[in-house]
């Protein structure tokens, strides 16, 4: 049985641990390489930095007896949307922040974590602090999701670490069968989750069955061979006319040489493309394109979660809109604003990435992106109707 005591502990070096991974991310990337915003979407690595920061401040620090903000201007700059708190700087202009340098941000992190580490003993924070251990893993997801895209911006095509990934071995793709019938779906008990993954709930299933692995970049290859992305056939609506605006013919980072051969720009630089990897950077639709061009289709995220796939490849794109669980309730606080104000417009996504921090990655962890989106680590899983 764990002691009060014990706990406590634990608590003050998870909080130790996830702060220095957000800051190890950002050691092999210079100031310059910091301040960057690529697009509106995509924010800086150190307004991540701070941003974080800013919600433990803001979250837990705030309302201890006697606390003082370490910059009350930062309110504004390091809001990202909680209108409850009022105005703030506007995303698409995070990239003008040159003041307060990298240096004052990695300042105002210390003075944070020496009072949060106080904080770590008071057990009735527990909660409060997990969420925001919990919300800065997020963020350093977001910072590699983010660095990629400034990095793939710059005509140098710079990498982020030197060393090359390891490549993939063939994998034959099975049809894993489900009988369908009535499965739990959600959270419950032990163990952090956010709002948006209760209350467990029972759900009815058809007979489905689901592949044993994500679409391979080989596969998608395939697909573009066969004029997948000049085939309206295959094609949602928005989908089509969003490829059309875009002249999407390839995943997002994939580059072809002068000869035609197609390689593709990784966090380690640019990279020939592994045939046997998961297909990463494509929308929602791309997904929906390559499924009905393979004969099969997305699986819901409840088929996804009852059939207790591997996680942590690549996110898949799954066919469920983001809407509550039935009897869904936010957060308390400022925190009611987390989750429950975005479900309109997107779909989920499930699994995890090879961005996502391993302590991060659950069966029943909800991401959610718009159907456009291309800049995280997304890709396919197919299902098809038994
Ligand atoms: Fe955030």
Redesign the pocket.
Known sequence: MKTAEQSRNRLADDYALVRAYSEKLAAALSAEDCALQSMPDASPVKW?LA??TW?FETVILAKQPGYRPVDPRFAFLFN??YEALGPRHPRPRRGLLSRPSLDEIYAYRAQVDAAMLKACSDETLRDAILLGLN?EQ??QE?ILTDIKHAFFSNPLLPAYRPELSASHAAQKLEWLAHAGGAVEIGHQGEGFAFDNETPRHPVLLQPFAIASRPVSNGEYQAFIADGGYRRTEFWLSDGWTRAQEENWEAPLYWLKDGDGNESVFTLCGVQSLDLHAPVEHVSFYEACAYAAWAGARLPTEFEWEASQMAHGEVWEWTRSSYDPYPGFKPFTGIAAE?NGKFMVGQMVLRGGSSATPRGHIRATYRNFFPPQARWQFSGIRLARDA
């Open positions: 991540h941003h974080t919600f990202s949307y919300h997020q963020h977001l987390y």
